[in-house]
């Protein structure tokens, strides 16, 4: 059976473009059920035009998840609330370094909203596009954009669209990036390249690489299970806002009591000295 894609695909995903490069940005764009087809053409078209070094770092790129897809899609959408949400690590991180923490509250005020306007807007392409919506995945794609929030290096990743699986933060250090990027295989390749020595050509072809099984599509959730979810954590994130503000409230609160009192007793400290001069002055 040819389980090559159709001519038609090979054009939706970008094929006709020029360099390796902007190909394997169409692969991660397209439809990760054809990516292994459409991967494997590219390495082998790659192969028969005598670049073999690119041929082997486009058949070494591995399919994304769900949840990478989704990020992908985001990335390559170029969707404002995901690149409010960028923005908004950046300041975050540089507030932190900076030991600013009136600054990190103010700006921790708004993230669960702004974390909810990606995942919403996410899935509204998603459905434009005629994808499926994964609610375990978006929690996977949730995931993602906090390790973004919290590393620079992570947050580089998101926006460049190749993800190969979805990231994790566990609330300290850096973000484990090694499983990540798509794009990591192309530049440990590329960074010994000018070194290598040509590969001698092979008396016999190569055979054709084995295909990966393509992955069976995952049940659809029910709407309304999913619009429960999406509800319970709005009205969690609302809260978790309205704690942050009360916080942010009492710390100010506080400060001004400590100021009021501190002014109070520099005010009966200089009313004492004053009735003592006064007492004594007084025949």
Avoid: C
Wanted: glycine content about 6%; overall charge negative; charged content about 30%.
């Amino acid at each position: 059976m040819d389980r090559r894609p159709p001519r038609r695909l090979l054009a939706v995903l970008g094929l006709g473009l020029t360099g390796p490069d902007a190909r394997v940005d169409a692969l991660y764009a397209g439809d990760p059920a054809a990516f292994v087809a459409a991967r494997d053409a590219l390495a082998k078209e790659l192969r028969a035009g005598g670049d073999r070094e690119a041929a082997a770092r486009v058949k070494a790129l591995r399919r994304p998840s769900v949840a990478a897809w989704y990020v992908n899609i985001a990335a390559r959408a170029s969707l404002v609330s995901l690149r409010e949400w960028l923005a908004l690590g950046a300041s975050m991180r540089e507030a932190q370094a900076g030991l600013d923490m009136a600054a990190v509250r103010s700006l921790s005020a708004g993230r669960a909203a702004l974390e909810n306007r990606v995942i919403r807007d996410l899935t509204a392409h998603l459905r434009t596009l005629g994808a499926s919506v994964s609610a375990p995945a978006l929690d996977e794609v949730r995931d993602t954009l906090r390790a973004a929030l919290a590393d620079a290096a992570a947050a580089e990743l998101v926006a460049s669209g190749r993800l190969e699986r979805a990231l994790s933060y566990g609330g300290f250090g850096e973000v484990d990036l090694s499983a990540a990027l798509a794009a990591m295989a192309q530049a440990r390749a590329a960074a010994g390249e000018d070194d290598a020595e040509p590969e001698r050509e092979p008396d016999h072809p190569e055979p054709e690489p084995e295909q990966e099984p393509e992955p069976e599509p995952e049940p659809e959730p029910d709407p309304a299970l999913v619009a429960a979810v999406y509800e319970a954590r709005e009205r969690r994130d609302r809260a978790d806002d309205a704690v942050a503000r009360a916080e942010a409230a009492l710390a100010v609160a506080q400060r001004e009591l400590r100021e009021a009192k501190q002014e109070l007793r520099d005010a009966k400290a200089a009313l004492t000295a004053a009735e003592r001069t006064l007492a004594e002055q007084t025949p």
